[in-house]
């Protein structure tokens, strides 16, 4: 039997039905060993609790042996479930159901993929992995249809990686209704680091390239610039222009240099898999 599928005494029934339900949705199946539509109802019960495992405890209630607690509850007829939440029943029905009733049942109250991603990313960022985070937090944020806490922190990992240039653009899907106090911290941080990532090497190679615009070696050293100073998707694109006018430049230095950057992003980061494909497109 799974872990998540408890059977109820009296002695239990405080802790996972009630304190329980403030921790995880709380499946409750009131039946018993008379009953056959209970016994038709519980295998489906039992398969659900296993898909969702993380989320859902099945707490099992044998009416005949816990009459005080179905009294309790109120129930009038075998077999009864009841979704417990924060210590309240939330939903529930009587008699047999299909898996499919039950699951569409559930899923109002189960928190649903892209809010546990954000949940882990979360954890990750308080244990400064931003680089395992941002991925998640990307495929969270297209799943869940640019959801705004979710573009939030986003927005708060790309900061910490000094992704300014991506931060903003994330920022400025912001709805103004969800600009929070949240939204105006990381719009005052992105502000602080674009102003302190603009070193004067950068700025000096900026306006002589802007004069030159056809000097590769400018376009090299400013690209190696901004690796240096926190703009990767600068760099990659200044470095990914030399690779297409000239794939060996530098005996291989250009290309050596996006490589490298690619690799101090990871395979997972969504920016790493974006110029990935741009270069292979490019040698293959």
Not at 255 to 262: F, G, N, P, S
Request: include cysteine.
């Amino acid at each position: 039997m799974s872990s998540n599928i408890v059977e109820i005494t009296q002695e239990n029934a405080q802790q996972v039905l009630i304190d329980g339900s403030h921790q995880q949705l709380v499946m409750v199946d009131f039946w018993a060993d008379w009953c056959a539509p209970c016994k038709s109802l519980m295998p489906v019960l039992e398969k659900l609790a296993g898909e969702y495992q993380d989320q859902l405890v099945l707490a099992k209630v044998n009416a005949d042996e816990q009459q005080m607690l179905a009294a309790q509850f109120g129930v009038r007829s075998l077999p009864t479930v009841m979704l417990l939440k924060d210590g309240q029943p939330v939903d529930g029905f009587m008699g047999a159901q299909p898996e499919s009733a039950v699951r569409e049942m559930l899923e109002k109250y189960l928190p649903n993929a892209w809010d546990l991603a954000l949940a882990q990313a979360r954890t990750l960022m308080a244990e400064t992995q931003f680089g395992t985070a941002l991925p998640l937090l990307k495929q969270a944020l297209e799943d869940s249809g640019q959801q705004a806490d979710i573009a939030l922190a986003y927005a708060e990992c790309l900061l910490e990686l000094n992704r300014c240039e991506e931060a903003q653009a994330v920022l400025d899907t912001i709805k103004l209704a969800d600009q929070d106090a949240q939204y105006q911290q990381l719009k005052a941080q992105l502000t602080l680091k674009q102003e302190a990532s603009r070193s004067p090497e950068v700025e000096a190679l900026e306006q002589q390239f802007k004069e030159d615009p056809e000097n590769l070696e400018l376009a090299y050293q400013l690209g190696v610039q901004y690796s240096q100073n926190g703009h990767q998707r600068e760099a990659l694109e200044t470095l990914l222009a030399i690779l297409r006018k000239n794939i060996g430049f530098k005996d291989g230095a250009a290309r050596t240099a996006y490589m490298d950057i690619l690799a101090t992003l990871g395979k997972g980061d969504p920016l790493a898999v974006e110029y990935q494909r741009k270069v292979y497109t490019l040698l293959y």
